[in-house]
Nanobody, 126 residues
């Protein structure tokens, strides 16, 4: 059974940092592009970051460029999202998703991602 599990969320003050992890079981992430999406209360889900199969292709939403860094460790079957200088507007549920439809590259097209985790809550508040 293909499964993605997010971890690392929590409550942090503005300006703080968190590192989210997305671990896969039942399949190998090597052949998948992996994306992070988030959904804030009352808002639509949006793409945050994505990494291609080789790790050489990455994509970031304008709102997180320079603050978030995505990386992957294929040996651990895990993708990470390092989030620094967090802002209250970064609050939301963060989901990771895997896609084989992007030819190893990146895009924030949610329908292209066939496997999704259940999400981890990130709250940025003082």
């Amino acid at each position: 059974q293909l499964q993605l599990v997010e971890s690392g969320g929590g409550l942090v003050q503005p300006g703080g940092s968190l590192r989210l992890s997305c671990s896969a079981s039942g399949f190998t992430l090597d052949d998948y592009s992996v994306g992070w999406f988030r959904q804030a209360p009352g808002k639509e889900r949006e793409g945050v970051s994505c990494i291609g199969t080789s790790g050489g292709s990455t994509k970031y939403a304008d709102s997180v460029k320079g603050r978030f860094t995505i990386s992957r460790d294929n040996a651990k079957n895990t993708v990470y999202l390092q989030m620094n200088s967090l802002k209250p507007e970064d609050t939301g549920i963060y989901y990771c998703a895997a896609s084989k439809m992007l030819f190893g590259l990146c895009a924030f097209s949610a329908p292209a991602f066939g496997s999704w985790g259940r999400g981890t809550q990130v709250t940025v508040s003082s």
